[in-house]
């Protein structure tokens, strides 16, 4: 009889979100954030999100339950705009760590948040223990080097109406991280209806 074996359980880093589409007025901050003379690491176009869970590393037979999961939290769950507004950072303006893109009225994304972060928990996968906040990262500070151009650029940018995004889903992400940054890769998509 030959002997069976198990191929070992892989783990992978992995986050929950909602992405959001590289508007002109988003590619611009970025543009503009590239451009300062500052030491960041602007997001790529492509990746920018909203994120609801980090759940750090996770063993790929985990996709499963984190996949049912996520389509529980969006079961029911309508389609809806959300309005962007106004450029921050964290942990503030004036010693920035990570520059954001907030939100306007942000109650139904909270929502849908905390929802899938429940949903998510009871399967066994509590994430990260930080508050909600919804944003979408723009950059973050590697050195001292020009902060002030960035601390320029955030009272510039401070109020900026920003467009509506439409949240059609909510996404599981697999991020790998590289010499050049990370790169993400969905392993599930939960869409929400008339999405």
């Known amino acids: 009889m030959a002997e069976s074996r198990l191929l070992p359980t892989v783990a992978f880093r992995a986050f929950v979100g909602v992405p959001v589409g590289p508007s002109p007025a988003l590619a611009s901050l970025l543009d503009g954030l590239a451009a300062s003379g500052a030491d960041l690491k602007v997001v790529e176009p492509t990746h920018l999100h909203v994120t609801f869970c980090f759940l750090g590393d996770v063993p790929d037979d985990a996709v499963p339950r984190i996949a ?8 029911g769950q ?17 010693h920035p760590r990570v520059v954001w893109a907030g939100s306007k009225g942000p109650e139904q994304i909270v929502a849908l948040a905390l929802r899938t972060r429940e949903r998510l928990g009871a399967a066994g996968f509590p994430g990260d223990a930080k508050d909600f906040r919804a944003h979408v990262t723009l950059a ?15 009272r510039e940018h401070g109020r900026d109406e920003l467009p509506e995004e439409r949240v059609r889903e909510v996404v599981l ?17 939960a869409a929400l209806e008339g999405a």
């Open 78 to 94: 309508t389609a809806f705009l959300f309005q962007l507004q106004g450029v921050g950072a964290f942990p503030n303006v004036r």
């Open 68 to 75: 049912a999961a996520l389509d529980d939290a969006t079961r």
């Open 140 to 154: 973050r500070v590697r050195s001292e080097r020009g902060l002030d151009k960035v601390v320029r650029f955030l």
């Open 173 to 189: 992400f697999k991020s790998t991280l590289g010499p050049h940054g990370p790169s993400y890769e969905r392993l599930h998509s």
